[in-house]
């Protein structure tokens, strides 16, 4: 027992220990959430109930524990798997959907950095930013699992591994129908990782980092407070936040850009998978919307951080100074709170704004019809793609001129 | 003949524009095509006017409130009439959700819903068929069962020994009780035929069928008056 008590912050700080955290305690139930959601929302918007009736003895829940009927009947449904399969490759499927997707979650910031020493009291930023090694400031326990110099890259980079998901299960089924579908996954996914990617450059441009953890600690500007809402990119990366948010979409392949799937008529690549196969593609595409909403929050609407909720409590006037190559906000008037308060009140905010983006996610979704599939490439290459390029090269030319003028 | 055919036809002056006609064919045409407007082709003023209706629908359903049973058998949508009223349909409108919810929820019928059949009865409590065969024989789905025997009653002399009908097979098209000369079957219990485990259930006997009374088994009894009710029916015309 020593020896656990002498590493429970070492233990807690271990990357994989957070990373199922984050995923068993905050994605996995929100994803599983969404899917009763989005049935329930979707309800309310065409003026019917939705599901309400799964019940265990009383207790209804409005209809909550449908989620939980689902899972069970996935689960207890035959694994059927038809005869001229290629076994291999029709099992890993599934798996190359939902696991790019758990993975990238390790750049989502969570929350703030959690000094356990000063839990009680109020943070002393100042005396935190001279003497990071003082004794209340040891063993830190950073809310993200890994923060890379190339971040958001990383996202990219491992949710386009998440696209063989649907190739691959088209292709493994032997079937038309479903390699089809893993086609126009294929030639979907491609067109509009182009667009998504390019539309976040000109965040990275204004912010001068790729890191998650930088962009919502900092904000846009070094000169403000991290927490001030003007600092977020969504004020001065309006467009990106609307062409981000179009590709990111039309990857989660869901309507208006679900012609992968396409569940009613046109039948998509898991049209041969049945029982809790076919349900980690399904639950894949949930855990997608929260993780876009993740990044949405992280990138553009400051992430854990709650409007003027500095480390040391609400602030409003005051000033940023540099100690030791860190922006710490100080001065004006602060209500001070205890930096368990502040943590608590931070992580409520980004599961906020999470369930926020992604209920406006579900909204988009059973608003808009589905598009044809040369308006899907249109939209893509001719749309999407040159106005990423334009507000691109719009964002290094205003930070040119701010930089020239002195504003940066 | 087939260019006398073509030639029947005007040319239209709706229609596409026609830019240049082909000499060899003239069905081969050039024409101006009318491609979407750069508003329409970016989506995002028809994205945002769905998104309002959207929005609307669903906060109104949301934070509404429902109308009473009552109210949506009715199809009454209540006006808020007093200032507290006017008030609450500001914060709280009555919302858009027509669902009934079947089990604890009832949808009223109409008076002429054909629901299960009861078997009427006389005053003394005999059962009114006089088993003259005439339902069993309109029937179309053959569902209707039964076996007469003589009655000691020479006003009468027939009367069902066994009758049954089948819900199963039922297809409630109400010509059984069309076809009664003495108002003996009927289908205005306003029930449907009860959920069964076994076929044989389904299967409703003569006992069964004078049990079903209109008013859903408060009044067991369905007694119809000879001669039917109130002034005879012939009088009046």
Known sequence: ?408 | MASHAHDDHEPTTTGPKVLATSTVSPKVRTIAVVRPSEQETSYLAATKAGLGITLRHFAKNLFGRRRTVDQLNKGEHPVPTTAFQKALSVVSPINEIETIQYPEEKAVYPERFRGLHRLMQRDDGQVRCVACMCCPTVCPAHCITIIPEQTDDNGIEKRPAVFEIDELRCVVCGLCVEACPCDAIRMDSGTHAKPVEERADAVMTKDKLIAVSKDNGKNPTSIATQGGVGPNWREGR
């Not at chain 1, 027992?1 to 068993?24: F, G, H």
């Not at chain 1, 305690?25 to 309310?44: D, F, G, H, N, Y």
């Not at chain 1, 599939?373 to 691109?392: E, F, S």
């Open chain 1, 1 to 408: 027992m020593d020896w656990l008590s002498n590493n429970i912050y070492a233990i807690l700080d271990n990357p994989a220990l957070k990373w199922l955290l984050l995923v068993m305690v905050m994605v996995m139930p929100l994803a599983s959430l969404l899917t009763w959601a989005e049935r329930r929302q979707s309800a309310m918007m065409q003026d019917r109930l939705g599901p309400n009736r799964a019940n265990i003895g009383p207790i209804k829940l409005k209809g909550i524990l449908h989620f939980i009927a689902d899972a069970v009947k996935m689960i207890s449904k035959e694994d059927f798997i038809p005869g001229s399969v290629h076994r291999g490759l029709f099992a890993l499927a599934p798996i190359l959907a939902i696991a790019p997707v758990l993975i990238a979650f390790a750049i989502i910031p969570f929350g703030p950095t959690i000094y356990p020493h000063s839990y009680t009291s109020t943070l002393d930023v100042l005396a935190l930013a001279t003497d990071p090694a003082a004794k209340p400031f040891t063993d830190s326990i950073r809310l993200q699992v890994a923060s890379f110099d190339y971040g958001l890259l990383f996202y990219f980079a491992v949710l386009s591994v998440a696209n063989y998901g649907g190739v691959v299960a088209g292709w493994a089924s032997y079937n038309k129908w479903a390699l089809l579908g893993g086609l126009r996954s294929s030639s979907q996914m491609m067109s509009y990782e182009v667009a998504m990617g390019l539309s976040l450059m000109g965040c990275f441009l204004l912010v001068g980092s790729l890191e998650p953890g930088f962009i919502v600690g900092n904000g846009v500007s070094a000169q403000m407070s991290g927490s001030n809402p003007l600092n977020w990119l969504w004020l001065w990366q309006f467009p990106a936040l609307i062409l981000f948010m179009t590709a990111a979409i039309a990857e989660t392949k869901r309507a208006p850009f679900d012609i992968p799937e396409g569940e009613p008529e046109i039948i998509g690549y898991f049209v041969e998978y049945s029982g809790m196969r076919w349900g980690l593609f399904f639950l894949a595409e949930f855990i997608e919307i929260v993780f876009i909403s993740a990044v949405i929050a992280t990138v553009f609407f400051g992430g854990w951080q709650v409007p003027f909720l500095d480390a040391d409590g609400f602030r409003i006037g005051g000033y940023v100074t540099e100690i030791n190559h860190q922006w710490v906000s100080t001065g004006g008037w602060v209500l001070k709170l205890p930096h368990a308060a502040v943590t608590a009140m931070q992580l409520g905010a980004f599961g906020l704004k999470v369930i926020l983006i992604a209920w406006f996610q579900l909204m988009i979704r059973w608003t808009l019809p589905r598009f044809r599939a040369d308006q899907l490439m249109n939209l893509g290459w001719k749309v999407l793609l040159p106005c990423a390029l334009g507000w691109t090269m719009l964002t290094a030319l205003f930070k040119l001129c701010a930089i020239y003028l002195g504003w940066l």
